[in-house]
């Protein structure tokens, strides 16, 4: 209770904190995590924070006790925990070094598979599938792994040296009493002791880990110490809101604006500006400066506003998680009436889909609140319709400031303000006066605000898809209500799976060592229960019973080494390898289908719990079972009417599994709703925090914030609860086993006395387990269960289709190693569900120029980007009929030039970026960038995200990819407006130097370019209207051919 109140306390400060005008702005990651990781550690070093003082209490006791039975002596033994306790601090402290280098080669991996999966048409259409496959498995396999070894093995060293507690302090006492006294060690001493011995195994496990705790939460603490003292930014201070107080002493003149000496942060300049009724002014240059002072981010100076006012950013923001009337009517209050006129006027349905109409949705907010001011950051992505409608038409009548880097809308303002970098108005004045005194300095500043826009926005939309919860969080098995048998056949399908993934053998390797290790531990108490019957020779039976403790120990270590060292590395290989090569061949509909965030929840999250948390349940589960198995055998061999109880009470057992199963299960859906609900909410209230400002709907994003954090306790609690329902029916369960054994021990000591009085003893010795290994044998299993999920979401990606890789529809077909070495290409009635009986001829060295709606379509037919086969027909290339063909096979022979935002750039260096395949020489690379007029002068390692190119050295870029190639087939798609005309014109200079020899298909819509060509293919709804010369089509051109020349 006292880590969920400081949980609550620590998360609503954040929060509050990030709608807090600050002189720094929000960064969502720093913010998220706050809560996310340093918050929860908090609350969960709660758990911890007594085991600090009351486990030494707690060892002292036991050594107390212990005196009282042996002799002063024990207190050596203590030394053992003290040495014990510090070598389980120090491994920690290396597996959480070798964890974070593990990480650091994780994010690595990462990065550069999601930049793989950006780019994967061009990954697909070059067939270089296999090369970044083998790519990112080196990270995984070589780095990655390595560290998980080391963590491995340190955990199983940590492991058996923590359940090894036991004998070793037992073993230096009994030595120690035999050796100082004379008095033989009888069986009620020996498994007294043993008894007092084990409640030192759990203290000395946790606290280490108790102590980390408490440090991490430290850590945590000052972090979130240092975010909530940050500064302030008073705007109570600084801005006066005149809100129609004395609207009866305003004149036309009276501004709606008035700044006297005022300063943002990071601005040294002051800033004096009157801004009134009716006008739209026009903010050029460094833009932020005027729309931080009018938001009310001022460090210094005075700020009056008269009226309300409504913000539209730059990078629209619109709650993912809310529908689209509460992102637009925003709290404010509802009129049914109004709401669907402001829909009509932006162009939205009523069944819009907030994110896809980002823009609009921000444009309708502002409507919606019928403000004094409005504050456009930047419409140049609004439809121009509606800028004229509504920021010109509409809202005519109203004061709106619009920063803008572009021309078509400074002529249509009445004033313009341009901004220097340090803040300082350079220029205030129309357009045309602007125009005629700084026509230099306006194309200067026009021109860097446009970069800087670019790389903001960039960065912005980044960090929102790192730091918002990926869909994934939300999963949630559909067949969670399904019957207990479905899922316990699914669950040992699975387990099966991930037992084939870790290796057979090993598998058993690591059962066999259990075996022996648990058998060693057995024999051990029994030969200290022989040792008791015969006690003439003390140090003989101390030195079996070192030996026995010592193979136990050892084959404790062996098989821990065994599972992480061994068959975990195994799965790590086997389940990543098959995923990622499952994932990369399947065909392109697949990620036209999956989020990218979905597919990197598969390669991070999930493969994460196969890679550490699974197999940690597995182990403990084995280890549980091993115990209880060995429990029921020796209370069974002492007093064999003990097993008459455990049919009854194990059937009580699985009745209360069952119970706690099917209510964990829904306890942790509902807490991954809750908290992904929660942490939406706070990455989205980051993102948008300006426009909460904006709007002064602090309160009421307070309330909806509170409202999410009440719910993920509310979950909580009631997991705590079922724990503790749990926890007390198992301790019942536990008891009743206890008092059976008891029970049946007094009977058989009294009325039988053949009974061995010493293994009646051990018995109830290992009768006190049975409470404790109940409750995690449950709870392991129910973890499993969970686990289970990401194993399964894994197996799935492993069984993705592929798209022709060894496809038994495919027939060899004898190919010269250099084919196609003319270039010809015949459509034979080709027939998709696309295109419909397309027959042509293109002869070798013939440049065709493709026009209409399906001309994307048509290409990507040649390549079988869509993995599916024809309906009918054929398509043959140098007589060859690549449907027969492997589509790899296919792609490799064939070059492609798409848009320079199709050109993906992947991480990693330049010459990987290249030439994947390493194929080519340095020589031949520099000749292909000498080719196509790129210079790097970086050198061939340098990052190629250092590079910053432009939109026509990345179409030239993708030029030398297909240069390297040496093709006889190229297709080429159009660069994008974003290309200057002097490169598209080199690109057409380099089109005819180099591919003169090459049959290319161009996708295009430039009259220049398909004049240049020999024929012109027009297709339209799959069927293809006109293949003639372009001569021929220009001059019986129609509306047809017209709609597509530009």
């Known amino acids: 209770m006292m880590g969920m109140s400081i949980f609550q306390s ?50 002292l006791s036991i050594f107390a006790a212990l005196q009282y039975i042996l002799s002063i002596h024990v207190w050596i033994g203590l030394g053992v925990i003290v040495l014990i306790v510090p070598i389980n601090m120090l491994l920690g402290f290396f597996m959480r070094k070798w964890r974070m280098k593990q990480i650091s080669y994780k994010q690595k991996r ?40 080391k963590t491995g093995a340190a955990a199983a060293t940590e492991s058996s040296i923590t359940n090894s507690v036991i004998f070793l302090v037992s073993l230096l006492v009994f030595i120690l009493y035999a050796s100082s006294t004379s008095a033989p060690i009888t069986s009620d001493k020996i498994f007294v002791c043993l008894s007092l011995f084990r409640l030192l195994q759990y203290p000395c496990s946790t606290f280490p880990n108790a102590i980390h705790a408490v440090r991490r939460a430290s850590t945590s603490m000052k972090r979130i110490h240092q975010y909530l003292i940050a500064h302030e930014i008073d705007q109570q201070q600084h801005v006066t809101h005149d809100n129609y107080r004395r609207m009866s002493d305003w004149t036309s003149n009276t501004p709606m604006i008035e700044m006297n000496q005022v300063k943002v942060p990071g601005i040294n300049n002051s800033i004096n500006l009157q801004i009134r009724k009716g006008e739209i002014i026009g903010v050029v240059g460094h833009s932020s400066a005027i729309l931080d002072a009018i938001l009310g981010n001022l460090s210094d100076g005075h700020m009056t506003v008269r009226g309300s006012i409504a913000y539209i950013p730059r990078t629209p923001w619109v709650m993912q998680d809310a529908s689209l009337c509460d992102n637009i009517v925003f709290g404010h209050r509802w009129e049914p009436d109004f709401y669907r006129s402001v829909l009509s006027l932006c162009e939205l349905s009523h069944d819009a889909i907030p994110s896809q109409h980002a823009m609009k949705v921000s444009l309708a907010r502002a409507l919606y609140c019928r403000a004094d001011i409005y504050v456009f950051d930047d419409p140049s992505c609004l439809e121009r319709q509606l800028f004229q409608r509504i920021v010109l038409g509409i809202l005519r009548n109203r004061t709106r400031v619009v920063a803008t880097r572009s021309f078509s809308h400074l002529y249509q303002l009445n004033r313009v303000l341009m901004i220097s970098t340090t803040g300082e108005i350079v220029m205030d004045g129309s357009f045309g006066e602007l125009m005629s005194k700084h026509h230099a300095t306006l194309y200067h500043i026009m021109a860097s605000a446009d970069h800087q826009t670019k790389e903001n926005s960039h960065q912005d939309i980044r ?64 030969w200290l229960q022989a040792w008791d019957s015969y006690s003439d020779n003390t140090f003989y039976y101390l030195s079996i019973y070192t030996i026995l403790g010592s193979s136990c120990m050892l084959l404790e270590w062996v098989k ?17 390898t098959h995923m ?5 061949r399947s065909p392109l509909t697949f990620f036209q289908s999956t989020t990218t965030d979905m597919i990197l929840s598969r390669f991070n999250q999930d493969q994460e719990i196969a890679d550490r948390l699974l197999p940690k349940m597995i182990y403990t589960n084995l280890r549980i079972m091993a115990l209880l198995a060995t429990t029921t055998a020796v209370i069974a061999c002492s007093t064999p009417f003990f097993l008459l109880t455990v049919i009854p009470l194990g059937f009580l057992f699985i009745y209360l599994q069952r119970l ?23 990455a989205e209230s980051t993102l948008g925090a300006s426009t909460i400002r904006a ?34 029916r198992i301790e019942i369960l536990g008891s009743m086993v206890m008092f059976a054994a008891a029970i049946l021990a007094v009977i058989a000591v009294v009325y039988v006395p053949s009974v061995d009085v010493g293994l009646v003893g051990m018995s109830l010795f290992y009768a006190l387990d049975i409470p404790q290994s109940l409750t995690w044998a449950l709870r392991s299993y129910c973890e499993i269960e969970l686990h289970n999920e990401s194993l399964e979401r894994i197996q799935e990606y492993t069984e993705l289709p592929t798209e022709g890789f060894d496809d038994s529809r495919m027939t060899p077909v004898p190919l010269h190693p250099a084919w196609p070495t003319s270039g010809n290409i015949d459509f034979r009635h080709y027939t998709t569900d696309l295109l419909h009986n397309i027959s042509l001829s293109i002869q070798s060295g013939e440049t065709i120029s493709i026009i209409g709606d399906d001309k994307y379509t048509f290409s990507q037919s040649l390549f079988q980007l869509e993995g599916i086969p024809p309906l009918s027909g054929s398509i043959h290339v140098d007589g060859v009929d690549i449907t027969n063909l492997d589509v790899h096979h296919l792609r490799s022979r064939i070059a492609w030039v798409g848009p320079e935002d199709e050109n993906a750039f992947f991480s990693g260096t330049i010459r990987e970026n290249l030439d994947p395949l390493k194929s080519r020489s340095d020589l031949t690379l520099w000749d292909t960038l000498a080719s196509v007029r790129l210079e790097i002068k970086s050198g061939w390692d340098a990052s190629i995200e250092e590079q910053h190119f432009t939109a026509g050295e990345k179409y030239l870029f993708g030029l030398a990819r297909a240069l390297l190639r040496r093709p006889r087939i190229v297709v080429i798609e159009d660069p994008s407006d974003k290309v200057d005309t002097e490169t598209v014109d080199l690109i057409d200079q380099i089109i005819r130097e180099h591919f003169d020899n090459c049959t290319v298909l161009m996708i295009t819509q430039r009259l220049d ?28 051109k129609g509306s047809f051919a017209d709609s597509y020349l530009c």
């Open 10 to 59: 620590l998360a609503t400060s954040i929060y509050h904190k990030v709608l807090a005008p600050k002189s720094k702005h929000n960064e969502t990651n720093e913010v998220t995590n706050l809560v996310l990781k340093d918050a929860q550690r908090i609350k969960e070093a709660c758990n911890y924070v007594h085991m600090v003082w009351s486990t030494p209490l707690q060892i």
């Open 110 to 149: 990462m990065k550069l598979l999601s930049s793989v999966l950006d780019g994967i048409k061009t990954i697909k259409l070059y067939a270089w599938e296999s090369a970044f496959a083998q790519k990112i498995s080196a990270i995984r396999n070589q780095l990655e792994l390595g560290m998980l070894k």
């Open 463 to 526: 960090q929102h898809a790192a730091t918002t919860p990926s869909p994934i969080a939300k999963h949630v098995d559909d067949d969670d209500d399904d019957n207990g048998d479905g899922k316990e056949n699914q669950s040992s399908t699975l387990l099966s799976t991930y037992i084939k993934a870790c290796s057979m053998p090993g598998v058993i390797a690591v059962i066999v060592f259990q075996v022996l290790a648990q058998l060693a531990q057995v024999s051990s108490s029994i």
């Open 560 to 576: 821990a080494l065994l599972l992480w060292v061994y068959c975990v590395a195994r799965s790590a290989v086997n389940l990543h």
């Open 580 to 584: 990622l090569y499952g994932v990369l």
């Open 660 to 682: 706690y199963i099917a209510c964990d299960r829904q306890l942790k859906r509902l807490d991954h709703e809750s908290k992904s609900a929660l942490y939406i909410h706070l």
């Open 695 to 728: 709007y002064h709907k602090q309160h009421w994003f307070n309330g909806e914030y509170l409202e999410r954090l009440n719910d993920v306790q509310r979950v909580h609690f009631a997991s705590v609860a079922c724990n503790r329902w749990l926890a007390v």
């Open 1009 to 1036: 370019a398909i004049t240049e060509s020999d024929r012109v293919l027009v297709v339209d709804n799959g069927v293809m209207v006109d293949f003639t010369t372009p001569q021929h089509l220009l001059k019986h």
